[in-house]
């Protein structure tokens, strides 16, 4: 059953008060309070089916009347003629409500309703998936009549229907509260459903033309009060009295959403959107909510495995960690870490690298990145906490102005896209972003494009701060931005996508404390804040301490009470890295959770396959082949710990599932013991202790032209004829492999395209619905083209969904790639 | 006992084989002991004996895998995992959408009490007046669908097999299905020589088990 929430809570206290007398108690509330919340307050339950605190109020089911009596002019109390929909009557002074406790009126008007919308609702509660956590099943219970008068046959329909390939209608069983159309309208912005037809025959349908392709089409199943949308991956799974829940966080993104996860017997069921008001209030995307089959796969990883003749044997812990270390032990080593992992985890990948490796070549970021992001996330972003006067969620709420760099929220953090268009509807939040086309996301949020190609998002910023070319001055969306931005409190958010474009995030730092705002990075991976504040950069100690700093890393030995002195030489980044590996500068590798081809670079494959690779992995991945000692990890729902999200805000979740599978942190301890050092890192409390005993240190934010040089001045790349600039970023739900194993999940991820603009797609004499080859960089992928406004000469592809692995390309702001109409040539 | 008095002659004769008489006149009386295994005795009609899973009239089964014999019951002894019927793929057990694929009662802990019984919203589960559920090893007393099932009686045909033509799950439930019709039939017997060796999904059961 969905948990409400009371609206009030985030209102100022200096609100004006309103008094009434809810079943003879007085009670106090904010004005504009509905009197059903007012009735939550005292600890009244009026039973309701379309009423949802985070949707708008409609009345559709009139299942929450109640008996009213206002004050007329005179002052006297009159009586309402009628009873009255509670849900949608806010609270005015001297108001008398009485509900079904104290009215027999009203408890007479709730049973009649409920009676008629039991009338058409089929007794198959048995085999429905809803049954034990319906409130329809617990409300005609405790509100409804003992048997019902109803002699005739129901309205039936024969057979349920998919709405998308993830979410089913039984449409007998819907009570038409409208929960989920207003849900996909207002807080989603996807208005694919709606009720059609009417009278008894009304339903929820969709257009014929546009399927249901939300990536929030998950909350509808979970707030529909009764079961008539249901999850297909869930559909007579388990029935809710056998599922054991365990609170947890969504490993997907750095939105960091509780979740509530449902196991039975050693197996996740479902995971559901668990209500956190300062986060993700209560809803969640459809990657969280569904993409959780990964690890129950069959390639995952049970035993240890060392290579022996070219194949990979299981071996026993022991000879394993023994293989591994020798093989550490006899050459340089560094570290790689994914971005997906804990961030206790990462503390544990950083201390190795110093305490037993002796390096500081380790970093976090498995994906395109410059020493330019290194710097900015150093200076900016590492110990960026709600505390320290971070941007929080509840900042996007209240925002007057947004800018999006180099970001698209929708499909790299839908949480914070949900914000953002909360904050559009409710507080007038103008919204705009730096990209080269208008996606649908910007539009649901009312945004506006100031189009810039990509590798220009400098020159742009640079002139929104005031201070850079007038080029992009003339037109009226820049204009509207300049003005927006003279109100003081704007934010920017910066995407991990803006690393790779030179001086991009200095000027978004510029550029919000130009307009007096404040600037906050948004990453893609969950682990990523988390593993930055731990300390897996080259040049960053835990707790934002810097390698650089001599009392800093006295600081950092002393709490780790090494013998020797931390390694002072500044170290690689994971392009250096791998690039020093490939020409056998590093000879060893110990890499947790990364996919190689995320990272886009050349050498990847060739430093994989000359250094010695120590694989710390949950299932077969793309380093698994090049790996000479794999060691099994726990998944993320066997395993404890916490991320940060993009806020800087802790999000601590527990193993749902109790296995036998080891944390990278106790398996790095162990490979450090092996090694002859004590890592201390062998449960989660040590790591936590340590980690707690760095004072919080705030981000030193400071110009970063002490950096010396300057950014190099943007290159702007020149297309040839039958070339365009790409510009590409991921989608939500696309081949990444924590979707692996959820078929439907992945029937409804965007199909890929090609979007360019009329301009370009004029000069290639291509129409709507053509096929065209974009290649480059030894990447060919031929997709279906989309024309719509955006800048010319660019073409837009998705980074890494089906039959479009474009990841080789997206480290390059800027790539010109070759355009040619059709799929052979 | 000081005092020795003395009885007649007779007395004296047979005191000896005196406490025979009680064990020579029970051979004329009815004997209460039961011969069993030999002879076994019927049970009282609504003796709460071993489980089993009915069929419809057509041999599919009655389970729509609905748990609620296993919530129900207070000595946890069922574990039931539902699942789809699957027309296209030949995987039909039950009228309607639902079935149960896994179906396991623990003789071990049952104590019948039959409340598993009242808790059935399709009549599946009733229980026979079988009580001879004794083994010398625990992982035979769980007991599986397969042997929990009912014998396939009579116009029957074992599931899994597509519903009677024209029929919806409410026909079933309204007495309207009497037998298993030709159609099913021919399927049952072209669909059996294809897998001879039974339906699948049975790997989970043993999973389940173990």
Known sequence: MTVTSDKSSGEAPEVEMVALTIDGLEVSVPKDTLVIRAAEQLGIQIPRFCDHPGLDPVGACRQCLVEVAMPDREGNVKPMPKPQASCTMTVAPGMEVKTQLTSAVADKAQQGVMELLLVNHPLDCPVCDKGGECPLQNQAMSNGRASSRFEDVKRTYPKPINISSQVLLDRERCILCARCTRFSDQVAGDPFIALVERGALQQVGI?????????????????????????????????????????????????????????????????????????????????????????????????????????????????????????????????????????????????????????????????????????????????????????????????????????????????????????????????????????????????TLLPSAPGTET????????????????????????????????????????????????????????????????????????????????????????????????????????????????????????????????????????????????????????????????????????????????????????????????????????????????????????????????????????????????????RTDDAGDPPSPVSVPSPGPGEMVLATWRTLLDRGTMQDGEPFLAGTAKAPRAVMSPVSAETLS???????????????????????????????????????DLRALAGQAGAVVTVTKGGAA | MADESKGGFFSDLFAPVAGFGVTFSTMFRKVATQEYPEVKWPTQPRFHGRHQLNRHPDGLEKCVGCELCAWACPADAIMVEGESNDDEAGLRFSPGERYGRIYQINYLRCIFCGLCIEACPTRALTMTNEYELADNNRADLIFTKEQLLAPVQQGMLPAPHPMVEGMEERDYYQGKVTQATPEQQAWVEHHHADHADGPARNEDDVEARS
């Open chain 1, 207 to 447: 257009y014929e033309e546009q399927p249901f392709e939300s990536y929030f089409s998950g909350n509808t199943v979970q707030i529909c009060p009764v079961g008539a949308l249901t999850g297909a991956a869930y559909r007579f799974r388990s029935r809710p009295f056998d599922l054991v829940s365990t609170a947890s966080v969504c490993e997907h993104c750095a939105s960091g959403c509780s979740l509530r996860v449902d196991h039975r017997r050693g197996k996740v069921m479902r995971r559901m959107a668990l209500a956190t008001p300062e986060v993700n209030e209560e809803w969640n995307c459809d990657k969280g909510r569904w993409a959780f089959t990964y690890p129950m796969l069959d390639d995952r990883f049970e035993l240890p495995m060392v290579r022996r003749d070219g194949e990979l044997v299981p071996v026993s812990w022991q000879e394993a960690l023994a293989v591994a270390a020798d093989g550490l032990r006899a050459t340089r080593s560094a570290v790689l870490v994914g971005g997906r992992v804990g961030r206790e985890d990462a503390y544990a990948y950083g201390k190795l690298a110093r305490l037993a490796l002796g390096t500081n070549d380790v970093d976090f970021r498995a994906r395109p990145h410059s020493a330019e992001e290194e710097r900015y996330l150093a200076e900016h972003v590492v110990g960026s906490t709600p505390e320290t006067g971070g941007v929080t969620y509840a900042d996007l709420d209240t925002a007057t102005t947004v800018v999006l760099v180099g970001f698209e929220p929708e499909e790299e953090s839908p949480i914070v896209f949900l914000r953002l268009r909360k904050a559009y509807r409710k507080a007038a939040t103008k919204v705009f972003s730096i990209a080269p086309l208008e996606t649908r996301g910007l539009d649901k949020l009312g945004g």
């Open chain 1, 459 to 702: 020159e742009v910023l640079q002139a929104l701060a005031g201070d850079g070319t007038s080029e992009h001055m003339g037109s009226d969306a820049f204009a509207a931005a300049r003005t927006a931005l003279r109100d003081p409190g704007a934010i920017v958010l910066v995407g991990e996508r803006l690393a790779t474009v030179p001086g991009a995030l200095a000027a978004a730092a510029d550029l919000a404390r130009s307009a007096s705002g404040r600037v906050a990075w948004v990453p893609r991976r969950a682990g990523e804040r988390g593993a930055l504040d731990a300390g897996t950069l080259p040049s960053l100690l835990p707790g934002g301490r810097l390698v650089a700093d001599q009392a800093d890393r006295s600081e950092i030995a002393e709490l780790w009470q090494a013998e020797t002195e931390l390694p002072t030489t500044p170290g690689r980044d994971t392009a250096a890295i791998l690039e020093s590996a490939s020409i056998g500068e590093i000879g060893g590798l110990v890499v947790g959770g990364v996919d190689v081809d995320d990272i886009g670079h050349a050498d990847g494959h060739e430093a994989l396959r000359r250094a010695f690779v120590v694989s710390l992995d949950l299932r077969e991945s793309t380093v698994t082949p090049f790996a000479d000692v794999v060691l099994p990890v726990a998944p993320h729902d066997e395993s404890e710990g916490s991320f940060l999200d993009w806020e800087g805000r802790p999000r601590p979740y527990r193993a749902a599932l109790d296995t036998t599978a080891m944390a990278d942190h106790r398996v790095l301890s162990m490979l450090a013991d092996e090694l002859g050092v004590f890592l201390g890192t062998r449960s989660l409390r040590e790591v936590r202790a340590e980690m707690d005993a760095l004072a919080p240190r705030a981000p030193q934010g400071g």
């Open chain 1, 766 to 804: 291509i129409v709507p619905g053509d096929l065209v080859t974009v290649s480059g960089g030894g990447v060919r992928v031929t997709v279906p083209v989309h024309i719509q406004p955006m800048v010319d000469h660019v073409v837009w592809l998705p980074t890494n969904s089906e039959s479009c």
